[in-house]
């Protein structure tokens, strides 16, 4: 636990020193300004709908979607005039009430009662698809109190059960399903909420429990007044190595499998090295590794810290964020960070 709490420590002094964070006195609350990402309010308000998040978001995507649906916002809310907060406007009984089945009571639900088509030939009855909504608010970079904008995520299931067994939803189900009731939530909004602000909405197809990769983002529609524009999103992930990865991205397989070799031939002891990369229309743009070595001193893991992060330097990767931890026995020793666009690289002692 100490190690962790020190490893957050270093990576938020890394991120504040890498960013230029500036505090600044804005009436009762402090903003932390960070180049290139959203400034944040503090004290940081708590979301009322967290519970409901923490029971029923899988722990990928519990991180995973909204940090992503962050960086999608970043198109329709301007990092420079806009703060970053936790969604404070719907409450964990909001989402228990917008999750219900369709009905004259429930006119605002995203899951809709009836026969649903899951293909040509199959259709099951009063299917629960939607199951949790994630929410980010903007604030006025000049004037906290100024609302200027809300991000959700309309979550949904990639399977639905009936008495015959599960069946998988293609993303193109998923899309058209969640474009035909984005209008419900953002009358939700409207109307019940009393929010007057552009809304923009994402469609995510969540990883099921038993799923090893993260769920992905399907679709957005953005709503600024009487304009709406909906666009499909085409995200991936896979891990390396993997047929999934190297069907996506040779490239990056072959830059992987460099590394992995050369880390087998450093140290004699097993190695094991696991990539995850996250790809926008099949480029990739950030690779997470995590290198788990059996290392007998701190000599050995330093000098395999400084060989990995000489392997980074080296290595065809200029255009993707790197992440890396080096670990032994799951106790992380080391972190390293690259930017995209450069070479330049980080190195954190945490041992």
């Known amino acids: 636990m100490i190690k962790k709490i020190i490893l957050i420590v270093l990576v938020l002094m890394l991120v504040g020193c890498s960013t230029n964070e500036i505090d600044e006195e804005v009436g009762n609350v402090s903003i932390i300004h960070e180049v290139g990402d959203y400034s944040i309010i503090t004290p940081h308000e ?3 709908a967290r519970y409901w998040h923490g029971d029923y978001l899988s722990r990928y995507d519990a991180i995973k979607l909204p940090k992503n649906l962050k960086d999608f ?3 329709y809310f301007n990092v420079k005039s806009n703060l970053l ?3 404070l406007v719907l409450t964990k009984e909001d989402i228990i009430t917008l999750q219900k089945r369709n009905s004259e009571e429930n006119s605002y639900s995203l899951n809709m009662s009836g026969e649903f088509s899951v293909s040509d030939v199959i259709k099951v009855i009063d299917p629960y698809i939607v199951y949790d909504i994630v929410e980010l608010d903007f604030y006025d ?3 906290t109190d100024l609302l200027t904008g809300i991000s959700l995520s309309i979550v949904m299931h990639s399977t639905v059960n009936d008495d015959n067994g599960e069946y998988e939803l293609s993303d193109d189900i998923l899309f058209n399903y969640a474009s035909s009731v984005s209008d419900n939530l953002y009358n939700y909004m409207k109307d019940v909420k009393q929010i007057d602000v552009p809304i923009y909405i994402t469609y995510f197809a969540s990883s099921e429990k038993n799923s090893t990769l993260p769920g992905v983002f399907i679709g957005e529609k953005y709503y600024d007044n ?3 524009t909906e666009n499909k999103i085409n995200e991936k992930w ?3 190595p993997s047929n999934l990865g190297k069907d996506i991205d040779p490239n990056l397989a072959s830059e992987f499998d460099l590394i992995k070799k050369s880390l087998h031939n450093f140290i004699p002891e097993s190695t094991d090295i696991v990539g995850l990369a996250h790809f926008i229309d099949d480029q990739c743009d950030t690779l ?6 059996q290392a007998k001193t701190y000599t050995e893991i330093d000098a395999m810290a400084k060989y990995v992060n000489q392997l980074i330097v080296e290595a065809n990767l200029v255009d993707i964020e790197v992440i890396i ?3 032994m026995f799951e106790d992380t020793y080391f972190t390293i960070k690259k930017e995209a666009q450069s070479h330049k690289t980080v190195v954190i002692d945490v041992s």
């Open 325 to 327: 931890e080096i670990k």
């Open 288 to 293: 997470e590794i995590d290198i788990n070595t």
């Open 73 to 75: 916002s970043k198109e």
């Open 85 to 87: 907060s936790s969604g």
């Open 46 to 48: 708590v979301s009322m």
């Open 226 to 228: 009487e304009k709406i």
């Open 238 to 240: 896979a891990y390396y």
């Open 141 to 143: 970079s000049k004037n």
